[in-house]
């Protein structure tokens, strides 16, 4: 419904927004899931006769996921070029279907059910690899395609959502995998040597067997939904214009902006468009930098570290239920990242970035100082919680609104699938790197590990903020337009 003033249609923005933000939702939800499932899938390929499974192919199989992530986000500046951003999305649903379907079920078709061999562990991968070119393709396109469709003065708070998604989407695996194990446990896994392990027969055969299958599986019912709702979003105005389609463009124009607001912006996406595409470097090497820069740093500070490994951290704090505490971080996480949505237009959002940065170097120094004494575990507790609040006001959110805005119209696709891909490859990096870097010891039985790897991120935390002051541009209130406009005057 349109209001009297004739500015568009507000409701009919809030329903393909919301669609486009299903998709941040399942970004979080895969790459959550294996938190809770990981205990369970290590313990049914343990029990494998015809190779040994080792903590590395765990920590790789854990990751998997990952690799698929570089891949898709990749493939997202080709497929939103050639096929667009709609379509890219519809894609990007058909992957998380069929990633959750057969990580549940990766015997399907091909081997016994229930029978662990090698094949089937690489079977599984190839599984989570297909997921992850999902959500590399969703977490390129989702705020891209936000960005593309959002009015200025409320852009960045609308792409806040797509990051309100992924953290709700964490929390609601969080919580869906809790109500699955129930009155089940997680296997017991004891160490019998280095990079070998065996399960307890005390544990849960039930978990072994089924458990994680279902988490996997959940996926399937938000997978399907997303995929049919893009279905009914309209492509976005400026990928329109690119195709030369600028009556569509201006039609979908007029229901978000109004009538005499359309004019105005299809003119402007015009007088940028000049060409369908030009050179990545076209407004100067600064410009990608500080995208790719942003993408690292999100991915350096070490939030996903904390993230994929929860329960097993909180496990080592001593916490009597790691589930719960999981849980609980998530909904701290989520109150948090609300407080970005509904500032990020008010205060902009280098200060949300730098205050965020400066948090976490906080929180990260504390829990460097206090993880594995008894005495201070609810300070580690606290710490940690401020580590994660403060990456989900910042970080988390803000990130992805200057990736979504800061590039040019004529190179977003392309520039946007680069920063993402290094964000993915970071990602990669920081999660198989955790768990060595948590265990490292000088001597036998002291903390170095857990000092240094947070005591890292706490300095990459303080290094970050140092970025931000300098290097990004504040983008608040801009418009897309106008950033094509700010790298030409920076190349003078």
């Given amino acids: ?190 160490q019998i040597g280095k990079g070998m392990a065996v399960v307890s027969q005390s544990s849960d055969a039930w978990t072994i067997s089924t458990g994680w299958r279902y988490m996997f599986g959940s996926e399937m019912f938000p997978a399907a939904l997303f995929a049919i709702l893009v279905c009914f979003v309209p492509e976005t105005p400026r990928y329109l214009v690119m195709i030369n389609k600028d009556a569509k463009a201006l039609s979908i124009l007029q229901k978000i902006n109004g009538m005499a607001k359309a004019s105005q912006i299809l003119d402007e996406i015009k007088q940028t468009i000049t060409v369908k595409k030009e050179k990545m470097f076209s407004y100067g090497y600064l410009c990608i930098f500080v995208g790719i820069m942003l993408s690292v740093f999100q991915q350096v500070v070490g939030i996903n570290a904390v993230l994929y490994y929860a329960p097993r951290i909180f496990g080592d704090m001593g916490m009597t239920n790691p589930m719960v505490n999981t849980v609980v971080m998530g909904v701290v996480n989520i109150v948090f990242t609300l407080v970005a949505v509904f500032t990020v237009e008010k205060l902009g959002r280098k200060p949300l970035l730098i205050v965020g940065s400066l948090g976490m170097a906080l929180g990260a120094f504390g829990v460097a100082l206090t993880f594995g004494n008894s005495s201070l575990s609810i300070i580690c507790m606290l710490s940690i919680m401020l580590y994660s609040a403060s990456f989900m006001f910042s970080w988390g959110p803000i990130c992805w609104v200057l990736i979504a805005e800061i590039f040019p119209n004529t190179i977003r696709s392309s520039a946007v699938a680069i920063a993402v891909a290094f964000q993915w490859v970071f990602n990669f990096i920081v999660s198989s790197t955790f768990v060595p870097m948590f265990n490292m010891h000088l001597t036998s039985g002291d903390d170095f590990g857990h000092w240094f790897t947070y005591g890292l991120y706490g300095c990459l935390c303080v290094v970050a903020a140092l970025f931000v002051w300098k290097l990004v541009p504040e983008t608040k209130g801009k418009t897309l337009e106008d950033m094509t406009k700010l790298w030409k005057k920076k190349l003078g």
Avoid at 6 to 23: C, P, Q
């Fill in 1 to 190: 419904m349109k209001d009297s003033n004739n500015n568009g249609s507000r409701s009919y923005l809030i329903s393909i927004v919301l669609v486009a933000v299903l998709g941040g939702l399942l970004f979080g939800y895969d790459t959550a899931v294996i938190s809770g499932a990981e205990k369970g899938l290590q313990a049914f390929f343990l029990g494998a006769k015809d190779f040994s499974y080792t903590d590395f192919m765990h920590g790789f199989t854990c990751s998997s996921a990952l690799i698929g992530c570089i891949i898709g986000s990749i493939l997202s500046g080709v497929m939103t070029t050639r096929l667009g951003r709609k379509k890219s999305l519809i894609v990007a649903g058909i992957l998380f279907f069929i990633s959750a379907f057969g990580s549940m079920n990766p015997e399907f078709l091909l081997f016994m059910k229930g029978n662990p061999t090698f094949s089937l562990l690489i079977t599984f991968n190839i599984y989570r690899i297909i997921g992850g070119i999902g959500v590399g393709l969703a977490s390129a396109i989702c705020p891209m395609y936000i960005g593309e469709v959002a009015p200025s003065n409320i852009r960045g708070m609308l792409v806040s959502w797509n990051q309100f998604a992924i953290i709700f989407g964490q929390l609601v695996v969080y919580f869906v995998n809790f109500l699955i194990l129930g009155d089940h446990t997680n296997p017991v896994i004891e």
